[in-house]
């Protein structure tokens, strides 16, 4: 059923020693984000894409600072197969989802049971998927 809500829109937030290397990859702020609202959830980091429905995610909690190697560009974590997108070090949202999606790879596999994205407001982010959590 259509939700009344607007789609909130959080920037990643690029640390300027990484831009240009992402850039290459075909991530820039025009081609990354994270967006919120009624139809579910979208991650936008380049040509990556991650979708999934509002009812699909189930957590959302702040972490970081990260390393740089670990936390910048596209990565697939070897300890629990969650997905981060990253383009700065500082601070970013766990995701977590009830049924894993996919992302990393063209196609329905592998899925990732999380998605870590490094937007701008990290804060902001967690509280409106909690918010909208606590409303169900």
Known sequence: MPRD???????????????????????????????WGPDGLLVRFGPWLLRTSRDNVTGAELSGPYR??????????????????GAGVAAGVCLRFAEPVPA??????????AVTVTVADPAALRDAVTADAADL
């Open 104 to 113: 990393l790879a063209p196609g329905p596999w592998p899925r990732h049971p």
């Open 68 to 85: 740089w190697w670990r936390a910048i560009g596209p990565h697939l974590s070897l300890a629990d197969g969650g997905v981060t997108f």
């Open 5 to 35: 809500e607007p789609t909130l829109r959080f920037p990643f937030r690029f640390d300027p020693a990484f831009r240009l290397p992402l850039a290459l990859l075909g991530i820039r702020p025009a081609t990354a984000w994270v967006e």
